[in-house]
């Protein structure tokens, strides 16, 4: 039973982790698709590709969710869009590095309704803590380590 090969989806439009992505990818041979709802320059790359989709809500996010399968890594904040994934056998990733797990998301999922309830209420202002170098390290570590681990599985998956 041979698998399709790793694939990598970046949740595009606000990722600040792209060109470490391609990097990585080209490493190991991985195909990544860049989903945005406007243009985003890519690199001159078979192993690269980009889709652009409808402006609107989630809609990049259900295309990624179509289309990920079993072992494949999606880069994206949207936690809702980490759990479509993790639904689907894939593994999810933050740009600063933090994986999204089967034991994590619902934890996840339940202080993002919280945030968005003390926002609603003014009690909270402002937004995450600005992206910097240890983000971009922690991620390309993560990343490294996912595909590593899923290439292991899937050789002794072969035998």
Same mark, same amino acid.
């Given at each position: 039973?041979?698998?399709?090969?790793?694939?990598?989806?970046?949740?595009?439009?606000?990722?600040?982790?792209?060109?470490?992505?391609?990097?990585? !990818?080209?490493?190991?041979?991985? =195909?990544?698709?860049?989903?945005?709802?406007?243009?985003?320059? /890519?690199? &001159?790359?078979? $192993?690269?590709?980009?889709?652009?989709?409808?402006?609107?809500?989630?809609?990049?996010?259900?295309?990624?969710?179509?289309?990920?399968?079993?072992?494949?890594?999606?880069?994206?904040?949207?936690?809702?869009?980490?759990?479509?994934?993790?639904?689907?056998?894939?593994? !999810?990733?933050?740009?600063?590095? =933090?994986?999204?797990?089967?034991?994590?998301?619902?934890?996840? /999922?339940? &202080?993002?309704? $919280?945030?968005?309830?003390?926002?609603?209420?003014?009690?909270?202002?402002?937004?995450?803590?600005?992206?910097?170098?240890?983000?971009?390290?922690?991620?390309?570590?993560?990343?490294?380590?996912?595909?590593?681990?899923?290439?292991?599985?899937?050789?002794?998956?072969?035998?």
């Amino acid at each position: 039973m041979d698998r399709k090969p790793i694939e990598i989806f970046i949740d595009a439009d606000a990722c600040p982790v792209k060109d470490e992505t391609y990097k990585v !990818a080209q490493r190991y041979g991985l =195909k990544t698709w860049v989903v945005s709802n406007a243009f985003i320059q /890519i690199p &001159q790359s078979p $192993l690269v590709a980009r889709v652009i989709v409808d402006a609107g809500p989630d809609v990049a996010d259900d295309w990624i969710a179509k289309h990920v399968a079993p072992g494949d890594v999606t880069v994206t904040n949207d936690i809702p869009l980490a759990e479509r994934v993790l639904q689907a056998g894939g593994h !999810a990733l933050t740009p600063s590095g =933090k994986p999204f797990t089967e034991n994590s998301i619902g934890a996840a /999922i339940a &202080q993002r309704a $919280l945030m968005e309830q003390l926002r609603s209420t003014g009690d909270i202002m402002g937004g995450p803590k600005p992206f910097d170098r240890n983000d971009r390290s922690r991620y390309l570590q993560a990343l490294d380590e996912i595909i590593q681990k899923e290439r292991r599985k899937r050789a002794l998956q072969r035998g």
